[in-house]
């Protein structure tokens, strides 16, 4: 009987480790319905921010590594710009919205969370922190976000996205229609 359970045991432990299905994924707020609440009324038409060289460069520090895509896509009212981003914690992507008014985050939230630690990120007393944060010129945060013990990968992960969020609202319309970067 206790080979049988431990057989048993180290099956469930093995396809835990190797089955995406078996996965925790949780989604606390689908990123169409975090854009809906962004901007009550009338959601603005998607716009896409073209990756070129030097973003491309930033964009390589603040990650440490190159975001794979050519364009992104953000919606925008006026100097308000939000932005879907996600990021590898430890295994598994991180989706996270942001909203970047006039340089400085206004909201921060997890939309889906894949990984198995660290999901308290999500909870106001952490996600709070990123409100009214803005970025420096050494495209570093302006002030210190306390961690979550057990989850530094999932902290990490929301700081690279927090600043890349800043970093892209600087490359956008919102931004380069009142002499931004561009």
Partial sequence: MRKLIATLTG???????TTPWLQAKTVYQEPQDFINEVFTGAVPEIKRLWIKKDLKRKIK???????????LRYWQDQQRTAWILEEIGKTEPITLGFV??????????????????GWE???PFFIDQY??????????????????SGAT??????????RLA???????????ENGGVQ
């Fill in 11 to 17: 099956l469930i432990l093995l396809l835990g480790h």
């Fill in 61 to 71: 520090n603040i990650l440490g590594h190159d975001l794979g895509l050519l364009r």
């Fill in 100 to 117: 970047v008014n006039k340089g400085m985050i206004e909201l921060a939230r997890v939309l889906i969370f894949r990984e198995s630690r």
């Fill in 121 to 123: 990120i999500r909870h």
């Fill in 131 to 148: 409100k009214n944060i803005t970025l420096k010129a050494d495209l570093e945060l302006n002030r210190h976000i306390d961690g979550i």
């Fill in 153 to 162: 990968l999932s902290v990490s992960a929301a700081n690279r996205l927090a």
């Fill in 166 to 176: 800043l970093l892209l609202h600087q490359y956008s319309d919102a931004v380069s």
